[in-house]
C-alpha cells in the first residue's frame, strides 16, 4: 500500500483546508484510512480515521472541526478542516490499516506527511 497526501499549507486562524491522500492498492475498501499528525516537539496524535462504510471516530479535540471523508471509487481519503487553530499546526499524516472497524487498531501503512500551519 503506498499513500500520498496533499494540500497542506499556510492558513490563518479561523480558514480552511482540505488535506486529500490517494492510496495505490487494489482492495481500498478492505482498509481503515485515517488521519494522523505531529505538532512540533510533541507525539504523533491520532486525528480521524473511516472505514469502508462511512463509519468514523475522530478525537475529541477536532470533533466539529476536522471531518473524514473518503471516495472508494477513487481510492482516496480526505479531511476538511474548518474553523482552524493555531493548535492545529502540525505535519498531518494520512494512514491505513487493513480491516473494518474504524476505531482502535494499529496503523502499519503511512503517507510522507503534509505541513498544515495556521497563523494567529
Known amino acids: 500500500v503506498q499513500l500520498q497526501a496533499s494540500g497542506g499549507g499556510l492558513v490563518q486562524a479561523g480558514g480552511s483546508l482540505r488535506l486529500s491522500c490517494a492510496a495505490s492498492?487494489?482492495?481500498?475498501?478492505?482498509?481503515?484510512m485515517a488521519w494522523f499528525r505531529q505538532a512540533p516537539g510533541k507525539e504523533r496524535e491520532f486525528v480521524s480515521s473511516?472505514?469502508?462504510?462511512?463509519?468514523?471516530e475522530s478525537a475529541n479535540s477536532v470533533k466539529g472541526r476536522l471531518t473524514i471523508s473518503r471516495d472508494n471509487t477513487k481510492n482516496t481519503v480526505h479531511l476538511q478542516m474548518n474553523s482552524l487553530k493555531p493548535e492545529d499546526t502540525a505535519v498531518y499524516y494520512c494512514?491505513?490499516?487493513?480491516?473494518?472497524?474504524?476505531?482502535?487498531?494499529?496503523?502499519?501503512?503511512w503517507g510522507q506527511g503534509t505541513q498544515v500551519t495556521v497563523s494567529s
Open positions: 473511516i472505514n469502508w462504510n462511512y463509519n468514523t
Open positions: 494512514a491505513a490499516r487493513y480491516g473494518t472497524i474504524a476505531a482502535g487498531g494499529s496503523y502499519n501503512y
Open positions: 492498492v487494489r482492495t481500498f475498501n478492505n482498509y481503515v
